[in-house]
């Protein structure tokens, strides 16, 4: 690292043993060996992208199931391995190396660094995933099924399956370990190797929005790697740290859980705030509003992801005060992501506006993100959370912010960076066609999920009154249409690369940032000389 640095210090040539590769690597050199930050990357995406396509499968089974009243399709034990499942393909293996992968692909292009600070370390963490992910889903196939607990696996219900339990928790290990790696690397890439003259505040906000989310990280996977290590001990070594039989406490194992859990909700926004605030500014034509605000709005956001994690837990018999301080903590919240919603708002405002693909996605990521922020408000309130807690309001709110949020982000960040990963142009029309797609039927999906809840209709059951069948089968058409959304997109890419117009190295108009003055395609190796920063080459230049 050192070394490193003092070179971009000097701007002299950067050697380094993992970047010294010949051009003529072999397939299996180039992908099961590579220490490359862009093959890192491009790894993480398609990993991501097999394990949304999993996951999706996983919820067209329990959207099946639920379309109408009555028990179809799987018995209820299936049906809550298909919900607990889904929740840990989509986030472990779905979002969150998503966001790994983008970081990877970008955070070097634009800090002007020639790779991740420790390159292999890089390609261990990500080879931990697939083997991570097939033993979770292994699970599927041993006696008793797979862990049928919801995704936080809440004890006495978690620990009552098969042996599958232990392999789901060394599956989250795994998945942990490498979270952890990924988080260092970041950290050390970001705080090391930006180019001369880039202090932290002259940062893009998409590097800046990991940084703070790997501290988010390297915080709290330990914790949940400590509430599963006790649940896998009171399982098969008789301890007895959530029974109530033994003198310990299931409750404890929520606390412990959300302490993980909330700012594990964060991790999952905090990229896509950084995602959003570098497509707006590009497609309105003027620096993002408030860069400084932005960034303390950002690290306001991952402080006080610590101190909510009990709103989770209103109804299990919290003192008064404890509701009340998480009450008022929960609401704190909304004040930074209001600033952050303001900002890009205001950014946009008088700005020349158009309305490329990647805009069109974050667009709909501020005004159904901001939705499942009101719904979240509504939860935070203590005396209405007990009439919404574990009803489809509550679906409805978080998947408000993880579909329509986190996932909207990354495929806006897919199409805002394809241009310079593959050096080819997405044809608008079939872009647009898949962001309306997906807009009208995530929304069909996800918003009568509201009224269930409010209505009063349970989440993680397999059946239900007849009252809610109208919403449920509208919500079922739906997810069957959002079935076919990643399809159209795979087609979309598909014809990029067959018939794409050549991008040139600043594809978008707009665009400011290193990442935009290298050619497109990028190379395999950039900046082995530290780049001199221009005007032009930081994305809120004229802020002030």
């Known amino acids: 690292m050192a070394t490193i640095r003092s070179d971009i210090q000097t701007g002299q040539d950067v050697h380094h043993d993992d970047h010294d590769h010949d051009h003529h690597q ?14 890192i990357g491009s790894l993480y995406l398609l990993f991501s992208f097999v394990m949304f396509l999993i996951g999706g499968a996983m919820s067209g089974v329990i959207r099946a199931e639920l379309a109408v009243p009555g028990l179809q399709f799987v018995d209820p034990l299936f049906f809550n391995q298909m919900t607990t499942m889904h929740a840990l393909v989509m986030i472990f293996g779905g979002v969150m190396p998503a966001f790994v ?6 955070i070097p292009l634009q800090i002007g660094a020639p790779d991740m600070a420790l390159p292999r370390m890089n390609n261990w963490s990500f080879w931990i995933l697939p083997f991570a992910f097939l033993i979770l889903l292994s699970t599927l196939f041993m006696d008793g099924g797979a862990p049928a607990g919801g995704w936080t696996l809440y004890p ?8 599958a339990i232990a392999f789901a928790i060394f599956a989250i290990h795994m998945m942990g370990i490498s979270s952890i790696m990924g988080a260092i690397n970041i950290i050390a890439t970001v705080l090391n190797m930006r180019a001369p003259g880039m202090d932290l505040l002259k940062m893009p906000i998409f590097p800046w929005t990991w940084l703070i ?22 399982k098969f070594f008789a301890t007895t740290f959530f029974s109530a039989a033994g003198g310990g406490d299931p409750v404890m194992y ?5 302490f993980f859990g909330h700012p594990e909700v964060y991790i999952m926004i ?38 909510v994690w009990a709103h989770h837990m209103f109804t299990v018999g919290m003192p008064l005060g404890g509701e009340l301080f998480f009450m008022y903590a929960t609401m704190l919240i909304a004040i930074p992501t209001g600033v952050k919603v303001f900002n890009w708002v205001s950014t946009m405002w008088r700005g020349s506006i158009s309305f490329e693909t990647p805009m069109l996605w974050a667009l709909a990521f501020v005004v159904l993100f901001t939705i499942g922020g009101f719904s979240g408000l509504m939860l935070a309130i203590v005396p209405a959370d007990f009439q919404y807690h574990d009803t489809y309001f509550v679906v409805a709110h978080f998947h408000y912010v993880l579909v329509t949020g986190a996932l909207f982000s990354i495929i806006a960040a897919v199409y805002y960076w394809w241009p310079k990963w593959s050096g080819r142009m997405v044809n608008e029309r079939l872009g647009k066609f898949h962001f309306w797609w997906s807009m009208v039927f995530s929304n069909l999906l996800f918003f009568p999920q509201h009224f269930l809840g409010l209505a009063g209709m349970p989440r993680r059951i397999p059946d239900y009154n007849v009252a809610f069948a109208d919403w449920n089968l509208i919500s079922s058409i739906g997810a069957f249409g959002m079935l076919v959304s990643p399809f159209i997109m795979i087609y979309v890419f598909w014809h990029s690369l067959r018939k794409g117009e050549k991008a040139g190295a600043r594809a978008w108009e707009g665009a400011k940032g290193l990442e935009w003055t290298v050619p497109s395609p990028a190379p395999q190796h950039t900046f082995t000389r530290p780049p001199v920063l221009r005007p032009g080459d930081l994305a809120h230049e004229g802020e002030h």
Do not use: C
């Open 213 to 234: 989310t790997a501290f988010l990280l390297i915080g709290v996977m330990p914790v949940l790697a400590g509430a599963v290590t006790m649940l896998l001990t009171d």
């Open 26 to 39: 072999t397939f299996f050199q180039r992908w099961f060996l590579s220490t490359n930050h862009k093959d």
């Open 101 to 106: 992968g983008l970081g990877n692909w970008m």
């Open 254 to 258: 929520q606390h412990i859980f959300w």
């Open 156 to 163: 006495p219900l978690s620990l009552q399956g098969g042996s």
């Open 270 to 307: 905090l990229p896509a705030f950084g995602v959003v605030s570098e497509i707006i500014p590009t497609f309105s034509r003027k620096p993002l509003f408030g860069y400084t605000a932005m960034v303390y709005a950002t690290a306001s956001i991952a402080f006080l992801s610590f101190i």
